[in-house]
């Protein structure tokens, strides 16, 4: 629904720039960190291990180790860790460990670039990757940490926010900071009615779980999204992760807006995150051919399958629209999408795509519509993806399906 929910993909390889935290599909068993081929000189391997140790010490959850790889003289920095790796208490890590990607060093100050990547124990098929800004001294012959924080245009952590709360689901988790457990634990259960009817509307692999994080305010999820949060005013969920992604999955994060989110009822809630886990659900079957009215419109699709709202309550702005005698000439295109733009052509966007998925589950029946996403989304690139698909899938041509699109528009909503 217009409003409610979007996803939000990776700002990195060939995805839609919409503030997201970038996923890499790389699966870490272990804390380690490797340097890169052009490492500058023997320092780098004191440096490496002794990310190397702070890494392990996280995952052993060794405080006394952690800090004693931070520089005892950097007094800020020995708080702030001390602070995050409590925060870290009751999350499920697997795996945690720092990939270098360049160091710059002067003497005895490093400055590195590092991928710090983390895999939630029982959740993540494959690690997520943060891009952080690391520093670190020499003392007596020994490297320690003297900085660590996000790389330029990088997201936060949900740690860096304050404590976690972790409350499991039978089918996700749920990570928040500055909630109460009741509230965590009423998004835990919204999420699990919301995998078995993503499973039921979507046949093939995928996980069937999600990971839910809820930060503490609508700044702080802009934080999580390295992006400003006016743009996600009255959005009440995100869905982060790169699409497209071959072998073992990036790890998805369903992203709550607490504000947006805590004005819904029941019903709206559990929308919400059946339509964020349908993004987690395709999210393979999503590449940079696939049109927003596409993968939104499947995702709300999706959502309202089997309710009872009548059309007119779930697309109210466009209903409108085709009562004055102005339905849409065409499918809405990827820039009526965009966040912070007008809310009325947003909420238009969204009804029209969910009202072409609704179509073509009707007239095609639901396993075609599922088999019409997957081909687009393997097309090589976005010029013919829906025009083949149409004509291999649905034997039909996007002429013809827009002119039966605006009929049903006024089937539905007239």
């Known amino acids: 629904m217009a409003g409610q929910g979007r996803t939000a993909r990776g700002p990195h390889g060939g995805a839609r720039r919409r503030a997201a935290v970038l ?64 925060n870290l208490a009751e999350v499920p890590l697997g795996s945690w460990g720092y990939r270098i990607t360049d160091v710059e060093r002067t003497g005895g100050r490093a400055t590195v670039r590092a991928e ?6 029982g959740y993540d098929g494959a690690p997520v990757s943060a891009p952080r800004l690391l520093e670190l001294g020499e003392r007596a012959g020994r490297w320690y ?38 509230r965590l634990r009423g998004i835990a259960d919204s999420a699990d009615l919301a995998v078995p009817a993503v499973d ?10 999600v990971v839910v994080l809820v930060p503490g305010s609508l700044e702080a999820m802009g934080g999580l999204l390295g992006a ?44 919400v995150l059946t339509h964020e886990t349908t993004h987690v659900a395709t999210r393979a079957a999503t590449s940079a051919a696939t049109p927003t009215w596409l993968s939104e419109g499947f995702a709300d699709w999706v959502a309202y399958r089997g309710t009872d709202r009548p059309a007119g309550r779930i697309a109210p702005e ?38 072409a998925c609704e179509l073509i589950a009707a007239d095609w029946g639901e396993k075609r519509l599922a088999d019409f996403y997957r081909a687009v989304g393997a097309h090589g690139g976005r010029d013919g993806a829906v025009e083949e698909a149409m004509n291999d899938v649905l034997s039909t041509t996007p002429d013809d399906f827009t002119a039966r699109w605006r009929v049903y528009l006024r089937e539905r909503l007239a």
């Open 145 to 182: 940490v003297t900085g660590d924080r996000p790389d330029r245009g990088a997201a936060q952590q949900l740690w860096e926010q304050g404590a976690v709360r972790a409350v499991r689901g039978a089918r996700g988790l749920v990570l928040g900071v500055g909630q109460s457990d009741g």
């Open 228 to 271: 400003s949060a006016a743009g996600y005013r009255g959005i009440a969920a995100v869905t982060t992760g790169e699409t497209g992604g071959a072998g073992a999955s990036p790890a998805d994060r369903v992203i709550v807006n607490p504000d947006a989110y805590g004005e819904l009822g029941d019903f709206g809630r559990r929308i």
């Open 116 to 121: 710090l990547r983390y895999r939630l124990d």
């Open 200 to 209: 039921d509307a979507w046949p093939g692999p995928w996980s069937r779980r």
């Open 318 to 355: 466009l209903q409108l629209a085709v009562r004055r005698g102005e339905p849409p000439a065409a499918l809405p295109p990827d820039e009526d999408f965009a966040f912070g733009g007008d809310a009325g052509r947003l909420a238009r966007a969204y009804e029209g795509g969910w009202l």
């Open 23 to 86: 996923w890499l599909a790389a699966l870490l068993l272990a804390p380690a960190c490797s340097a890169p081929a052009h490492a500058p000189d023997a320092a780098t391997g004191a440096v490496r291990a002794t990310l190397d140790r702070w890494a392990a010490a996280v995952l052993d959850r060794d405080e006394r180790a952690y800090l004693a790889a931070v520089d005892p003289s950097a007094t800020a920095l020995r708080g702030t860790a001390r602070a995050e790796f409590e």
